[in-house]
């Protein structure tokens, strides 16, 4: 059974810095893509960031330079370091684990974390 546990949200000022944890169990993490999307109020949940199974990254254009994501397959973990963090980012963050065995697409989720950006 697909486990994923979100740690590292709160409340931060404009300007401040938040790292997100995942961490996985119940999967081989090395062989999934990981990926971060939030959700904020009245909005549709959007991507983030996704790192590859073999490291690549891609970000959503409006976290690009701010947001780094990263991985420790030893860990089983995915980090999503966010800087310079604005109040647009305020949000319940979800982290993602993804399978693709072609034509199949396999999902998994997390509960979420709240980041709440405010002064």
Sequence with gaps: QVQLVESG???????????LSCAASGIIFRIYDMGWYRQAPGRQRELVAIISSGG??????????????????????VYLQMNSLKPED??????NARRTIWPKQEDSWGQGTQVTVSS
Excluded: H, M, W
Aim: charged share 20%; glycine share 12%.
């Design 56 to 77: 690549s990254t891609s970000y959503a254009d409006s976290v690009k330079g701010r947001f780094t994501i990263s991985r420790d397959n030893a860990k089983n973990t």
């Design 90 to 95: 305020t949000a319940v963050y979800y982290c």
């Design 9 to 19: 949200g709160g409340l931060v000022q404009p300007g401040g810095s938040l790292r």
